[in-house]
Nanobody, 115 residues
Framework: QVQLVESGGGLVQPGGSLRLSCAASGSIFSINVMGWYRQAPGKQRELVATITSGGITNNADSVKGRFTISRGNAKSTVYLEMNSLKPEDTAVYYC?????????WGQGTQVTVSS
């Protein structure tokens, strides 16, 4: 059974930084895309950033220049480096892996940006 475990969320002041991590356990074959989504209270889940197996990244306009997605040495690990955080970045952040064997979501990690 595949499980995605996220970590790194927390409370940070505006302008601060956080690094989210997502590690998958279990058998995942042929990962195509890894990504991060977020969902703020009362809003729909939205794309934050994705990275393909070839290393091509895509960021939402709202986070361009501030967030960086990357893959770890382990093929099923993905990171999200978040800088210059704003209160509107407050949300639950979810990791997603798209593979030939299916789509897998993490349980989410809370990020709160507040002074």
């Amino acid at each position: 059974q595949v499980q995605l475990v996220e970590s790194g969320g927390g409370l940070v002041q505006p302008g601060g930084s956080l690094r989210l991590s997502c590690a998958a356990s279990g058998s995942i074959f042929s990962i195509n895309v890894m990504g991060w989504y977020r969902q703020a209270p009362g809003k729909q889940r939205e794309l934050v950033a994705t990275i393909t197996s070839g290393g091509i990244t895509n960021n939402a306009d709202s986070v361009k220049g501030r967030f960086t997605i990357s893959r770890g040495n382990a093929k099923s690990t993905v990171y999200l480096e978040m800088n210059s955080l704003k209160p509107e970045d407050t949300a639950v952040y979810y990791c997603l892996i798209l593979a030939n064997t299916g789509a897998y979501w993490g349980q989410g990690t809370q990020v709160t940006v507040s002074s």
